[in-house]
């Protein structure tokens, strides 16, 4: 189904209809598959028959996201994984070795630094963090071990742009692979394989879902790349269930029209914000103000969904904007139909030293909004704090 278009793609690519000829796509609950005889058991157990044998190994409403995501992505082969983190697990250790070194963004999701920082690194994995944006950075810190470069664009909270195409062609040059996290864009917004990255992982928690209901995660790119990744997957057991992968289903079929929704509000809501005077600063790739606007609007369809602002005041101010609200919810979680309000400096951010906070631009009077789809005049009624 390669030449249709993308919301074509999220509501057929995958799907495949069991003997009772269902229209949506079915739950499977089951944790093993029969087999007609014992020839045939050996031929699926040595791999001479395709076909499920367990649900650690494959099961068919995870095939089916996995295919319907692979197609959304144009990808090889897609790994369906438990949660955003069980990717990022699998695709280190199943594309790393001991001794091997990692290039990444400063700026990456805090479960993903504690991971680089103290997982990974017992097992002999060593990380560098570079500026998101300086791609001469990325080319300095290369060493003759680096085998990855990861990152995350836009980031969070500060919606910095990396540059996709650039930073590939410079781990391309050094051999190694670079892997994208696109969970803030979705391959609705952007899609990081036809821009030269080798590897993309989702938290499919995030906009994939849609709706705040289930973890989930995956890692896409070519088959023979990613053999490492599903061995380690089956191996060790952190798949994603047949529920979630149903949910996620379900998801996709309305992703087009919720990133595309997401997106309108997310610049209403920051062409606004840039109005109000008691805001020194609005974050946001899709506004033309932004320093990367150019980049993100070639690299991306929109601006996405999230929106990070620096309030006049400090951390008083930005609690104040905070706590007089009475419809967002404050929430570090973000992609959901319900618009979301967090104070990275004392949340998200708050295990980071003072220092290296101010070094990554993280003020005290930063609130990122992850904006939902509620009414955007309601969004904007209940910041009714920032006037104060
Ligand atoms: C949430 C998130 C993750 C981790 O995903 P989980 O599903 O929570 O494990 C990874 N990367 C980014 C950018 C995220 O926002």
Redesign the pocket.
């Known amino acids: 189904m390669t030449d249709f278009q993308p919301e074509t793609l999220a509501i057929r690519a995958g799907t495949a209809r069991s003997q009772f000829g269902e229209h949506s796509e079915a739950m499977f609950l089951t944790s093993s598959f029969v087999f007609e005889s014992a020839a045939q058991a050996a031929a699926r157990f040595i791999g001479e028959e395709p076909g499920n044998i367990y649900a650690r190994f494959t099961n068919p409403t995870v095939t089916m996201f996995e295919q319907r995501l692979a197609a959304l992505e144009g990808a090889e082969f897609c790994v369906a994984t438990a ?3 069980a990717a ?1 697990l699998s695709c280190v250790m199943g594309v790393l070795q001991a001794g091997d070194h990692i290039v990444a963004s400063q700026s990456l ?1 805090g ?2 630094v504690n991971l680089f920082n103290n997982v990974i690194k017992k097992f002999g994995v060593e990380t560098t963090y570079v500026s998101a944006t300086d791609v001469a950075q990325w080319q300095a810190a290369v060493h003759p071990n680096t085998k990855l470069f990861f990152l ?1 664009t836009p980031s ?1 909270p500060l919606t910095e742009i990396s540059d996709v195409r650039a930073i590939a062609a410079v781990a391309k040059s050094c051999g190694a692979l670079l892997a994208v ?1 696109n ?2 864009c979705t391959p609705i917004l952007q899609r990081p394989l036809e821009l030269g990255a080798d590897i993309v992982i989702h ?1 499919a ?2 906009y994939i879902d849609g709706q705040g209901r289930v ?1 989930g ?1 995956a890692v896409l790119g070519n088959k023979k790349l990613l053999e490492g990744v599903y061995g380690f997957l089956r191996t060790t057991g952190p798949t994603m269930s047949a529920f979630n992968a149903w949910v996620f289903l379900k998801g996709l079929e309305t992703l087009k029209l919720r990133m595309d929704a997401h997106s309108a509000n997310a610049l209403a809501l920051a062409t606004w914000l840039e109005q109000q005077p008691n805001v020194e600063r609005v974050f946001y790739p899709g506004l033309p103000s932004h320093p990367q606007h150019a980049l993100a609007m070639r690299q991306q369809k929109t601006g996405g969904g999230i929106v990070s602002f620096e309030v006049k005041g400090g951390k008083a101010a930005a609690w104040r904007v905070i706590d007089n609200t009475k419809m967002l919810s404050i929430t570090a979680n ?1 992609g959901d139909t319900r618009t979301t309000i967090t104070h990275p400096a004392t949340t998200t951010h708050a295990r980071i030293t003072p220092q290296a906070r101010a070094a990554a631009g993280i003020s005290d009077g930063l609130i990122r909004i992850a904006v939902g789809l509620e009414a955007v005049e309601d969004i904007q009624k209940d910041l009714r704090g920032l006037g104060m």
């Open positions: 949660s955003g983190m990022i999701f479960s993903t995350e969070n996290d969970c803030f938290s928690t995030k973890l995660g973000l």
